[in-house]
């Protein structure tokens, strides 16, 4: 398993992430992700998913032991001209209809005969491809690439990965050699129809701050900038200090959920860079000080990924450096 840790293990933390987890090894997408794991004394296994982005770059994955993979005619290159103190592992990766990286298909035989012979090269290569489309459950151009990935590496020894946690979770015959997890060992649904609980994840993330103030406002009342939410009538206004700042999405809608208390209440008005605005209408108990929960347990970020016209990834992905870490808790393993 090749635990994906890039884009600071979405959002937790590249290092927090690196020490909790027990991987085979680590995934991550450029070079600086690679070597902050190695200056942190991680030893596990590491390979750059997109490879080397220059030349200049493969001594340092010679030095750092950094596992690459080789997408495009020009790393070929780039290895067959370099001279480094060892050589690297390398995972050839097959274009197999994503169409976004990948060595065509038809090639992927003679570019491993290259090498093999190339002295930058350790001559045991992995075989890798990418999935489009695999969160979709019944999905013929998932097939297509099965098919596609097994013609062009017929008869090529090495191992094989191909799945995400959606193909990890969803297609069992994409399961090959080593798997790729990154979403679902954050505890977060894959699938554009599901959450986390119906795929036995349990959110790692949960994203928590506390009611800064409570004002009673009237009737016809315009709440936050652009005043897009009016009062409806005389009601208690919860201000709750989060904001895009801390990465909470600036176009969550009026209505996107959040607990107050451990019970739900909705978002009102825009969202500022430090602050959100909350109908305290059915939370006539609240006080300042209590406690307001924005995702996580309780509240699956899917929701609010749904709500505010996004993906999940996309709120993990975005928690930003002021927001303090308290705990970070260990996922069930899932089989
Ligand atoms: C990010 C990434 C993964 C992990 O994807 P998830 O959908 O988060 O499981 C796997 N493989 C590659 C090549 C990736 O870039």
Redesign the pocket.
């Known amino acids: 398993m090749?635990t994906?840790v890039?884009a600071e293990g979405?959002g937790h933390g590249l290092l927090r992430v690196a020490r909790t987890l027990d991987a085979d090894a680590f995934?991550v997408?450029c070079i600086e992700e690679a070597l902050t794991l190695r200056e942190a004394g991680v030893d596990r296994p590491i390979l750059l998913?997109?490879g080397v982005f220059e030349a200049s770059e493969l001594p340092l994955c010679a030095r750092h032991g950094l596992a690459i993979?080789v997408h495009h005619p020009e790393q070929v290159l780039m290895l067959e001209r370099a001279r480094l103190e060892y050589p690297l592992r390398v995972w050839l990766?097959v274009d197999s209809g994503m169409h976004r990286?990948g060595l065509q298909p038809e090639t992927v035989a003679a570019i491993y005969r290259r090498l093999r012979n190339c002295p930058a090269v350790v001559p045991e290569m992995g075989l890798?491809s990418?999935l489009a489309r695999?969160?979709e459950r019944d999905c013929a151009a998932t097939l297509q690439q099965l098919q596609t990935f097994n013609a062009a590496t017929a008869g090529l020894p090495g191992e094989r990965s191909l799945?995400?946690?959606?193909?990890?979770l969803g297609w069992p015959q994409a399961h090959f050699d080593w798997v790729?997890?990154?979403?679902?060992?954050?505890g977060a649904s894959?699938f554009v129809d599901s959450r986390a609980a119906d795929e036995n994840l349990r959110p790692v993330m949960t994203l928590s701050t506390r009611l800064i103030a409570i004002n009673r406002l009237r009737q016809g009342e315009a709440v936050g900038y652009g005043g897009t939410w009016i009062c409806p009538e005389d009601m208690d206004v919860g201000v709750a200090a989060i904001g895009y700042g801390d990465g909470y999405p600036r176009h969550a809608p009026s209505g996107t959920p959040v607990l107050v208390n451990g019970r739900e209440a909705a978002l009102i008005g825009r969202v500022s860079m430090d602050m959100i605005t909350l109908d305290l209408r059915q939370h006539p108990a609240a006080q300042i000080g209590d406690p307001v929960v924005l995702w996580g347990e309780g509240l699956p970020v899917e929701r609010i990924a749904q709500a505010a016209g996004t993906i999940s990834?996309v709120l993990l992905c975005g928690i930003t450096a002021r927001v303090r870490v308290e705990a970070i808790s260990t996922a069930r393993p899932v089989a």
Do not use: Q, W
């Not at 790729?180 to 954050?186: E, S």
């Open positions: 090749a994906a890039k979405y995934a997408a998913l997109e993979t990766k990286l890798m990418h695999a969160d799945a995400n946690s959606a193909g990890i790729r997890p990154g979403i679902m060992l954050y894959p990834y």
